[in-house]
């Protein structure tokens, strides 16, 4: 298995940069997962490693050794892709075999591979089927143990759940982080619009926004320290509620005025200089709590639309100034509060500070500009 580093890598079509300076060191045994809105670059970067797209600037290393002008074939690397691609007239064994074949092997090392493949892959029922006689996520299956018998240096995903309905993809979600811990030392990069499978199965995630990194970091990380405004209202479903404000008091503890409603007290330090600058405060939807308005909140609204889920009810307030609707979780059924003002509060700790879309924990790094929007 290997290490790869991309250093200052760009890609553009003529004029129009669609990627640059991506910098990411990905260590051998990782599974990283690149996650972003649509057309953000994750699949064209994913084909950049491959080799089925040429870089236009920057380097990429696997195993120290520059791979820009590297075939594809030469890389070590096997693709899953969104389609299963699987040659409908050979079985589940003659397509997971077909590459060692082209590849000249012996037979007794090609049935070895498929073996262990079959094994990993709880395929050993299916090898004489053809792919018109197996589901969905069958098919994926047999696609992914067709890249193991190749016993590559690293593996790259490309959405390779989202034709599956939904309960496949929880089944093969499932599958692919056993695949993992199975084989621990391989590495693994995976492109995906679904947050549920980079939260899942990511050791490191890539948030990639206007041609660019947003954020790197573990799925904990991104969800409970994001970096700036886009990766906070990305990473989480429902998105961040932001609310803008002014600080009102600094130190250890920041405390914001909300504009239209209450007060927020963050455990996110400030400075002196930072009093009565303008800010937003992040509160994630199932973080806000209902609270007494006598003893303080951060928000207040009339509740426009309630979901009742079961264990949860989504509130839906009412916008206010042309701002995106703010939206509350609490825990169990709340049918009854539709129409009526509710007042939210939250802890401390769940409560971040934005200014100039970059949050107070991270002020000392450089700003990064995402002009797209996390929704």
């Not at 904990?220 to 509620?241: D, T």
């Amino acid at each position: 298995m290997a290490d790869l580093l991309l250093t200052d890598v760009a890609k553009s079509y003529g004029s129009v940069d669609v990627l640059k300076d991506i910098n990411l060191d990905i260590k051998k045994g990782e599974l990283i997962v690149f996650v972003g809105p649509s057309g953000c670059g994750k699949s064209t970067l994913l084909r950049m490693i491959a080799g089925l797209e040429k870089i236009t600037g920057g380097e990429l290393q696997i195993d120290g050794m520059v791979v820009n002008d590297v075939p594809p074939s030469e890389r070590g690397i096997a693709m899953v892709f969104q389609s299963y691609a699987l040659y409908p007239h050979m079985t589940v064994r003659e397509n997971m075999q077909f590459a060692l074949k082209i590849a000249k092997k012996s037979q007794e090392e090609i049935d070895e591979r498929v073996e262990k493949a079959a094994k990993i892959l709880q395929l050993h029922n299916l090898l004489d089927r053809l792919p018109k006689a197996l589901s969905g996520g069958q098919r994926q299956r047999v696609a992914i143990g067709r890249s193991i018998v190749r016993d590559p240096k690293v593996y790259l995903f490309d959405e390779p759940l989202s034709n599956l309905d939904a309960a496949l993809r929880v089944a093969t979600r499932i599958e692919i982080a056993q695949l993992k811990e199975a084989m621990p030392d391989s590495t693994m990069i995976y492109v995906t619009h679904d947050q549920v499978e980079a939260m899942t199965l990511a050791t490191r995630i890539v948030v990639l926004a206007g041609g660019g990194i947003a954020q790197v970091g573990s799925p904990l990380e991104l969800y409970e320290r994001p970096e700036n405004e886009f990766v906070a209202q990305f990473i989480g479903s429902p998105s961040m509620n932001l609310l803008p404000g002014k600080i009102v008091g600094t130190g250890d503890q920041t405390t914001v005025e909300v504009v239209g409603g209450g007060t927020a007290v963050s455990n996110v330090p400030s400075r002196p200089e930072d009093m009565g600058k303008d800010v937003n405060i992040g509160v994630r939807p199932e973080d806000f709590v209902a609270a007494d308005p006598g003893a303080g909140y951060i928000y207040r609204g009339i509740v426009n639309i309630t979901e009742a889920l079961g264990e949860v009810t989504l509130l839906y307030f009412e916008p206010q100034d042309g701002r995106d609707p703010v939206i509350g979780k609490l825990q169990g059924i709340h049918k009854n509060l539709r129409g009526n003002e509710v007042y939210l509060g939250a802890d401390p700790s769940k409560v971040h500070v934005f200014m100039d879309t970059q949050s107070l924990l991270y002020r000392d790094r450089p700003i990064k500009r995402i002009a797209t929007k996390a929704h």
